[in-house]
């Protein structure tokens, strides 16, 4: 199949159709609008469910309801919406059924902007919803990784019963670029052995609930989930390396704070400055064996995020001290320039860094210095 130019969103919206995609249920939120746009048209055409819902709180029941039928499922929403999907996400949780949600993030907190951001990676890594639970999440840095990674979600929800977020910002939800999009693919009614969806006379009746009131069978659903989870983060760690093989330095970003530190990367490599690049995009689990290992081999770390460094704590637990991370990023919407990343390139590798100083503070004050 040849490359179409496709924008971020409407092929998100196309590649979820082509991998299953039977009901969809949103609320439209700059930037993420042309998916929900996008499926109205689309679904209806297939014969397939499409509901704007009242709200986000009514969009993710929507899911949650749907998903229970074994059916392939999504929602869409950008940061504010996602927060008010969270009691959602945490029943689907609790009910272990697979669903997959998208989050175009934008600038924040509160109401904030609609500019470009990476500020919600804690909610979706490390938060979230109540309860003893994780998220696969993906992080895409291009539009055809955005295509790939949408099929892959709804088979690694149905495979693991659980929910699968990608998460991207603004940037690669409104960007165009070449990309080829995947074969449409036939519905496929799984025969799930949990699915509520009709026992037609031919067994005994299902039951999903998320509810445990003995706190017994809450602690042994939860080490389920626990279980689980573990066997993921053997098998579903996903991450792209650039220039490693004789990198002293390595930088470490996903999404388009990684896009432009790979510009970055080879400007440096111009220079003949030995840096690399790990881009992770499975943000959740997170690739930490990966950057672990490259510890013995590199002189320090560079974390660029569009946020105040909250992957930062990640990289930090990965090295556990051994070697400097350093910190650069940007928030509120604001993109960082590749000149700006290739300006903390030379600063690293020019200067005496410590594997014992606080990177995060250390960027505030210089980010301080600047105003």
Known sequence: MTRELWKGN??????AVRAGLEAYFGYPITPQTEILEYLSRRMPELGRAFVQAESELGAIN?????????????SSSSSPGMSLMMEGMSYIAGTEIPAVLVNVMRGGPGLGNIAPAQGDYNQAVHGGGH?????IVLAPASIQEAIDLTALSFDLAEKYRMICMIILDGSI?????????LDMRPIQRKDWDWATNGKMGKRERRVLSSIYLDPAQEEKMNLRLLSRWKTIQREEVRYKEYFLDDAEFVIVGFGTAGRVALSAVRQAREKGIKVGLLRPITVSPFPAEAIEQLVGRVSGFLVTEMNSGQMLEDVRLAVKGRVPVEFYGRMGGVVPFTEEIMHEIERITTSKLSATSNPREEWYERMVGMR
């Open 10 to 15: 409407e092929a998100i919206a196309e590649a």
């Open 62 to 74: 929507m899911v949650y309801g749907a998903a229970c039928t074994g059916v392939r499922v999504m």
């Open 131 to 135: 309860g003893d639970y994780h998220n």
């Open 173 to 181: 939800g409104q960007m165009m670029e070449p990309a080829q999009m």
